[in-house]
């Protein structure tokens, strides 16, 4: 099960949370784990981007370019285990060893920085003949996590569902889980959610009155800043059972239910026509065999001169190809059946399978490194979380891998965010 990391309990090796581990010496390698140590070491010597000063029960080497822009980075390994999982399962393998408590960085977002910046020595870490194996299974079990409906219902629960609780412990009161747009220096998160769910109703042109239809209801803060700030007759839908619960408590909570109606419903199995259309970081999750389905679906909702916002994740157009053929630590342990689609993929498809056109995009990746900056210190700051099934410092560590790793992708514009409108064809009122 592709979230396993994030709720399952295991053998921890020490955390700064814990006072333990850094003080501690690391364990002693064996014969093999030496051999594998040297075959790591002698691709991480080719970053040229910055240098890992990495520390171990062997002693303490210097892997790169001390003078790259990034510097040398303090990297200490706690269990020479590290080497067995690298070699055996490559850029996966390092995330589920960082959860394990193998390894640790002082800077762990820069760390990953020079690993996205340099991904062809990535890339060779992680083409090893040893970890061929584990990359075979993994893209047969994402094969598995298809976004038909049933599988849809499946992949949205096993992140989704996990706790209100937990993700009440770094979002901001909006329970907005998206990126925010940050319009000044040192606005509060909650402020920066906000600004950024104007613009997506302004994207739209959203007015009074309109008919808004939402794919992807979140905890509803979307439709309750569409109702209650632009006057719109809002239809949303989710197939979380954890967020239409939670939705609809808020929208009775906020006296909205004659504005919004709350739907536990596919979007594919949606009707009627729209004025417009808002999927804020939806289209991620539909899988890139679904994505012509989904953007049908969005258009045959709209009526003629209908608008269409979208706020994508996006990835570089030069690595979609790639990104698609490969697993990695998100696909697997955090967004099982997910994908990241390109600008090009989106207006591609969208060209060959409906009649949206694409009039207005804007980028604002740097928004989401720091939103994911300010969710990770939330995250850390609350200290070990414990929620039904697991929890503790492995649960800790395992959510703080994953916000490191999206932030370093958008500070180095490996990926991005952006809001895209797309207009049916017809008279506009």
Known sequence: MSSSLLVSPVRTVGDRHTGEGHGAPPRAASWWQRCLRRRVHARLANLRSGALELADGVGTVVLG???????????????PAFYDTLARAGAVGAGEA???????????????????????VLLDVDRSTWSLPRRLALRLAYRLRRNSRTGSRQNIADHYDLS????RRFLDPTMTYSSAWFAEPGQSLEAAQREKLRRLCELVDLGAGDR??????GWGSLALTAARDFGAEVTTTTISD?????????????????????????????????DKLISCEMIEAVGADYLPGYLRACAARLRPGGILGLQ???????HYRSALRNVDYIKRHVFP??????????T????????????????????????LRRWRQTWEDAGPPVIAGGGGERLLRAWSFYFAYCEAGFRERHIGVCHMRFERPGVRR
């Open 98 to 120: 960082f959860v394990e408590g193998l390894w640790h960085a002082d800077d762990l977002v820069a760390v990953l920085r020079v690993l996205v910046r340099d991904r062809d």
């Open 212 to 217: 808004l239809l939402e794919i992807g209801t």
């Open 242 to 274: 954890n967020q239409f619960a939670e939705a609809s408590r808020r929208v009775a909570e906020a006296g909205l239910r004659d504005r919004v109606t709350l739907l536990r419903r596919d979007y594919r199995d949606l009707e009627g026509t729209f």
């Open 312 to 318: 994508a994740i996006t990835i570089r157009d030069q």
């Open 348 to 371: 591609r498809t969208a060209s060959a399978h409906t009649d949206l056109q694409l009039v207005h995009m804007q980028d604002f990746g740097l928004h989401y490194a720091e939103t």
């Open 337 to 346: 059946g997910s994908f990241i689609p390109s600008i090009g993929a989106i």
């Open 164 to 167: 209100d609780g937990l993700f």
């Open 65 to 79: 370019d001390p003078s790259g822009e990034f510097g040398r980075l303090r990297l200490r390994v706690r269990d």
